[in-house]
């Protein structure tokens, strides 16, 4: 068995990449069950399929690190009997773990929409790729393990065991994947952008979910390394190193892409408090010497209209309400979220909770300038 200190160029590479993006999946993992947590949301089936996919390619890793140890990235002809074998179940081990993590995190993907955009057509759309996805799934499972006859031909071989051409395959996988995380990624585009929401609202969300396409790209990589492998087909343990890196990197990038949405609580009820306090004592210390100086030049926006925001976690009942009268501007935004209960009495004094600033202002007429009344 070769040592720690005989690891291949690429396997090290690849060693280095499986611990980085371990630590950064599990934690964007943990912050998505936080978020849940935090915001009381009940626990659904896209949260157990990250999670199964999260699992499916922490074992790849191990059988990639063993794989590693064993001359993964190095030449067949520097390998012996036993090293060759490892590479040989690495391959099939591979394919059948990394193919359950790229389902199960489309699933996740298909379900979280399902969950933001709730309208029936959307929802056909999302429950057909679905299933989609799902057949896929099933039929590169069977096909993976059909591949020889044995299975265990490629690193056991006996008289009359045969394995089969699988470039096709290969290129099969990558084809369907390519298509479905095309899918994945345009789906709720048509659907996001005929929201009535601020146009600022719309290009974060819509950068957010587009982050997708890197996993695009990514396939496109696996492709042109697939291409050069199926080149030297008895020099696969070189190439083997470069493929599992980019497999892995679209699964990680899969799963990472597949939490953010589901975050938002975290920002919202943790960091975003955090940082408005940290502000207001900043503005608290400059009012105390600049005193009633501070007035802003502004532009008056139009007011909006009722709209909904995009956010997996609450269920809410959402009313922007805008009054006007002369000299006055007040605006109110009416949320319900679960993990805002009844107002609460603390010893003896009525304390009325708010969820969001109700913000009145005094409009001076005839300039530009105004003087906030209260917040």
Request: proline share 4%; aromatic share 12%; with cysteine.
């Amino acid at each position: 068995m070769a040592g720690l200190r005989s690891l291949s160029s690429s396997g090290a590479l690849l060693f280095v990449f499986i611990v980085i993006f371990t630590v950064i999946c599990a934690t964007v993992l943990g912050l998505r069950f936080w978020a849940a947590r935090i915001s009381r949301r009940s626990f659904y089936p896209d949260d157990a399929f990250i999670g199964l996919s999260f699992t499916s390619t922490c074992v790849l890793e191990g059988v990639v690190i063993w794989a590693i140890v064993n001359g993964c990235g190095k030449q067949a002809a520097e390998l012996n009997a036993y090293e060759l074998a490892v590479q040989g179940k690495l391959y099939f081990l591979s394919g059948i773990f990394w193919l359950l993590g790229s389902v199960f995190v489309k699933l996740a993907v298909l379900w979280l929409y399902s969950r933001i955009f709730v309208t029936d057509q959307f929802r056909r759309w999302a429950y057909g790729l679905m299933g989609i996805v799902v057949c896929y799934g099933i039929s590169f499972l069977v096909a993976y393990q059909t591949n020889c006859h044995p299975i265990s031909q490629l690193w056991d071989p006996v008289k009359g065991g045969w394995c089969r051409d699988v470039t096709g395959e290969q290129f099969g996988t990558i084809g369907v994947n390519l298509a479905l995380d095309i899918a994945i990624v345009t789906l709720p585009m048509p659907t996001l952008w005929s929201l009535n929401m601020p146009q600022r609202k719309k290009l974060i969300v819509t950068l957010m979910f587009s982050i997708g396409i890197i996993t695009i790209a990514t396939l496109g990589w696996r492709l042109a390394v697939t291409i050069e492998a199926s080149k030297h087909p008895l020099d696969f343990s070189y190439y083997l190193s470069t493929i599992g890196l980019v497999s892995l990197l679209e699964v990680w990038l899969s799963i990472i892409v597949g939490c953010l949405p589901t975050l938002a609580p975290v920002f919202n009820l943790k960091v975003k408090p955090a940082i408005s306090k940290m502000r207001s004592t900043g503005n608290h210390s400059s009012q105390g010497v600049a005193g009633s100086h501070q007035l802003r030049s502004f532009k008056q926006k139009r007011p909006r209209g009722l709209y909904s925001e995009l956010d997996e976690s609450r269920d809410r009942d959402f009313v922007a309400l805008h009054d006007h009268a002369p000299g006055m501007a007040i605006t109110a935004e009416i949320t319900s979220d679960p993990y805002y209960g009844q107002p609460k009495l603390d010893e003896g004094h009525r304390v009325v909770h708010v969820r969001r600033d109700i913000e009145s202002q005094q409009w001076y007429q005839g300039n530009d300038l105004y003087h906030p009344v209260g917040r």
